[in-house]
């Protein structure tokens, strides 16, 4: 049997070289993100920036620790807590100390990202001056980089600044040094500070009221010490979920070539039976084929994959989707997981195939049909059935037990496997009467063409179900990825709309808070109702194990009533007071007057009296306490609703010369619900985008494979349609026209999946209370649908085309 593999090999070697392609693609896709998977689970370690030259810094305490039964449990804090002043007096007595402060500042001309600090802490960086001299009064800086020179007087959200220095910028930061004293006013709260003597003795002083930082750990004290930690986890699920579609979508693709294979060779196999073959030797030989094609296939995958990888790695740092000093390293296991990935996946998706093969009889060499029949096998059938029952119980239970897990990314990414899969295998049951159904009308016009197009592509289900399934694999990933995705950002939409009463939303510049002035200044518009609200972070310990922070909103509960419409499913919001919180139905205690105990953003430990509970819905609901609740949390939200009698035109004038000082921004409720209205990130579009080019390469790869296949086993039909009469291009107008039909069933059925995907998701918004509907993304799947079309017609058109051009092709149909 070896010699007829190695021969059937040489002699249909068209037929698997779409095999090859997929299965050399799909492994070298594998590779590279295997090694792009391997640089990102360890983030390097990284030197201190702003504190290279501290000697000891000593910052407050910024994360929270909770011991439970299983462990202590640890979260950062939204508030860090300042250093207490008497440990600063303690550390005053040993050596020159020097406070540190961070804000924001908003600037035109300047670096969106600019940030302020004291002076004094530019020599713990270093920084080199460039140009001018130490800024000496209030109204004096020194700015890092080229964007102002010194004697350049600049506008900012914190006053008219005078540039007095110019310093070389180290890369990390774009800054502005304002005097020590200036910038206490500008930022009382400091969370850290310098000391300028011998660590042990600082830890001595300190002892367990602070978090003493030397070496390396003064990296603790940088902005955003874990970002490194957070963009790998990003990069992480990126190149995982590229990982699992690629293996997903390459079964599809060489599971369907084998079986189409298999298929073609009926007179083969059964001609192998008569000179005495066994049913087993013939699985073994579709096996073999399968080695043959998967280990070299796999090796020249992970040659090309090693290849792809540094420039896979080039295009998500230019991207800005990873960090500028992410890079691949040594890692080996990539080569391995992928490689015998590959070989398995070709294997496996030969299984079914060889099966098939086996059961072939000797009769088979006799047999002449141009019907296929037999196509949905019984473990076909019954694996489909199973799978869509099990998809069905999967769905039914979440939205049982917790609707909400529905709608995260992991969720609505990896559930529609399950449905694709099932309905690919029951396609060859659908594709007949889904063919006739959409030739009914061509069939009716004048002329014979739509006839033959109906009637062939019906009596090849075999070849429809082949070319359909890539299509539907990609259609209904399409719908059900990008779908997802715009139903939950249409579902968040709708849901801030509903709670927004306001006729106005002041946000302050640039992310910072506002002002005791420009509050004063907003709550003295006349005919004006203001809310003026915080962000904030509430901790709680669920089922006793997990430490959980939950995004609050702090404010007056009598202006939020008058400002917004919350989803209420028991209490008063009127009843929230110092003493108590709002909670949502998804905390595991949320009966009205429970007491639950709960940590502030700073860590502060408070019980606090259930007032009033909120709907569940996309989990935005959020949070409610008194601005005593949130300590240290600045107004970065004012509402303003009109009161009886008011003119919107006047009370927005009112607003908008209350906050000109501070740059405040006036929006009307409209405005601002657009300007918040969730929009899908850059990160995750382009991983979706990556995940759909990778099922449309696959599409691609399958249809050109299987268009190759049928071309040959359709030569005595094409010579019979040009001695009937018809001319050449009528010939190929029709060999169009079926793949056209066949590629809508494929997307017919995909349309389906999708759909049928996304209901889970609107059933579980239903149960959450989301006032949202489903969102397909049509544009989308035309295009996808477009491509799709236009491979399989360039695959069939031009092999037919071929053909037709052999004069022996008509010889040697005739004698046939």
Not at 455 to 464: D, H, I, L
Not at 534 to 546: C, F, K, Y
Not at 556 to 561: E, H, I, N, R, S
Request: charged share 20%; proline share 6%.
């Amino acid at each position: 049997m070896l010699t007829v593999t190695l021969h059937t090999l040489r002699t249909r070697w068209t037929g698997f070289a779409g095999s090859f392609t997929a299965l050399a693609l799909g492994v070298a896709l594998l590779t590279a993100t295997g090694l792009a998977l391997a640089a990102s689970l360890d983030a390097p370690g990284r030197a201190p920036q702003r504190f290279a030259a501290a000697p000891v810094v000593v910052r407050g305490t910024d994360t929270l620790r909770v011991p439970t039964p299983a462990g202590d449990r640890v979260r950062p804090l939204d508030r860090p807590r300042p250093v207490p002043a008497g440990t600063v007096a303690a550390l005053r007595g040993l050596g020159t100390v020097v406070e540190d402060r961070s804000f924001p500042v908003r600037a035109a001309g300047a670096p969106a990202d600019l940030v302020g600090h004291p002076w004094s802490t530019a020599a713990f960086a270093p920084y080199t001056t460039v140009a001018g001299r130490a800024p000496r009064a209030a109204g004096e800086v020194a700015v890092t980089g080229g964007w102002a020179r010194p004697g350049d007087r600049i506008r900012t959200d914190r006053g008219t600044v005078r540039v007095v220095a110019v310093l070389a910028p180290r890369g990390f930061e774009n800054a502005v040094f304002h005097t020590d004293a200036h910038a206490a006013r500008l930022a009382p709260d400091s969370v850290q500070l310098v000391v300028d003597a011998d660590p042990a003795a600082v830890r001595a002083v300190v002892g367990g009221s602070a978090q003493v930082l030397t070496g390396d750990a003064r990296r603790r004290a940088d902005a955003g010490p874990d970002r490194d930690r957070e963009a790998l986890t990003a990069l992480n699920a990126l190149f995982g979920t590229a990982g699992g579609v690629t293996a997903f979508v390459s079964v599809f693709v060489v599971a369907s070539t084998f079986a189409f294979a298999v298929a073609q060779r009926r007179r083969e196999f059964g001609l192998l039976r008569v000179t005495g073959a066994t049913p087993g030797q013939l699985r073994r030989a579709v096996l073999a084929e399968a080695l043959a094609v998967g280990v070299p296939a796999s090796a020249a995958g992970c040659l090309l994959g090693a290849y792809g990888a540094p420039h896979l790695v080039a295009r998500v740092v230019d991207g800005g989707l990873a960090p500028a000093w992410f890079t691949l390293g040594d890692h080996a296991w990539p080569y391995h997981a992928a490689f015998w990935t590959g070989l398995l996946v070709a294997l496996g998706g030969a299984a079914a195939a060889s099966w098939r093969a086996g059961r072939t009889g000797p009769l088979q060499a006799l047999r002449e049909a141009s019907v296929d029949s037999g196509v949905l096998t019984r473990g076909r059938l019954l694996s489909g059935a199973a799978l869509l029952l099990a998809a069905a119980v999967t769905l039914a239970r979440a939205l049982a037990c917790d609707p909400g897990d529905l709608l995260h990314r992991k969720t609505y990414v990896s559930r529609p496997m399950l449905l694709i899969t099932a309905v690919a295998l029951l396609a060859p049951a659908l594709v007949r009467p889904l063919a006739r159904l959409l030739a009914r009308l061509p069939a009716r016009l004048p002329g014979a063409t739509g006839v033959l197009v109906r009637e062939n592509a019906a009596a090849g289900v075999r070849r429809g179900a082949a070319v359909a399934a890539p299509v539907l694999v990609t259609v209904a990933l399409a719908g059900s990825l990008l779908g997802a995705t715009a139903t939950l950002d249409e579902a968040k939409a709708a849901e801030t709309r509903e709670r927004t009463a306001a006729a106005f939303v002041v946000t302050p510049p640039g992310g910072a808070g506002f002002d005791g002035a420009t509050l004063r200044a907003l709550r003295a518009v006349p005919g004006a109702e203001v809310s003026a609200s915080a962000s904030s972070t509430v901790h709680v310990l669920e089922d006793g194990v997990a430490l959980t922070g939950r995004p609050a909103r702090a404010a007056d509960p009598d202006a939020l009533a008058a400002t917004a419409r919350l989803p209420l499913t028991a209490g008063r919001l009127g009843d929230l007071d110092d003493g108590s919180i709002v909670v949502d139905e998804e905390w595991e205690r949320h009966t009205v007057g429970e007491r639950v105990r709960v940590w502030l953003a700073d860590g502060t430990r408070r019980t606090l009296r259930i007032a009033a509970v909120t709907a569940t819905g996309t989990g935005d609901n959020g949070v409610y306490v008194t601005p005593r609740n949130a300590p240290g949390a600045p107004v970065d939200r004012v509402d303003v609703a009109l009161a009886d009698g008011a003119g919107a035109d006047a009370v927005a004038a009112g607003l908008r010369e209350a906050v000109r000082a501070s740059g405040g921004r006036v929006l009307t409720r409209e405005q601002w619900l657009d300007a918040v209205r969730p929009r899908t990130d850059r990160a995750t579009r382009l991983g979706l985008l990556l995940v759909l080019g990778i099922a449309l390469l696959y599409t691609g790869i399958s249809l050109v494979s299987t268009m190759v296949m049928a071309a040959s086993d359709r030569v005595r039909d094409l010579v019979a349609l040009r001695l009937a009469g018809a001319t050449g291009p009528q010939v190929l107008w029709t060999v169009a026209a079926e793949a056209l039909l066949v590629v809508a069933v494929g997307a017919l059925l995909g349309l389906l999946a999708a759909a049928l995907n996304l209901a889970g998701m609107g059933a579980a918004l239903a149960l959450l209370s989301v006032p949202a509907g489903l969102r397909l993304p049509w544009t989308a799947l035309a295009a996808t649908t477009a491509a799709c079309a236009v491979l399989a017609v360039v695959a069939s058109v031009v092999p037919a085309g071929l053909l037709l051009r052999r004069r022996a092709v008509a010889g040697a149909g005739l004698r046939e």
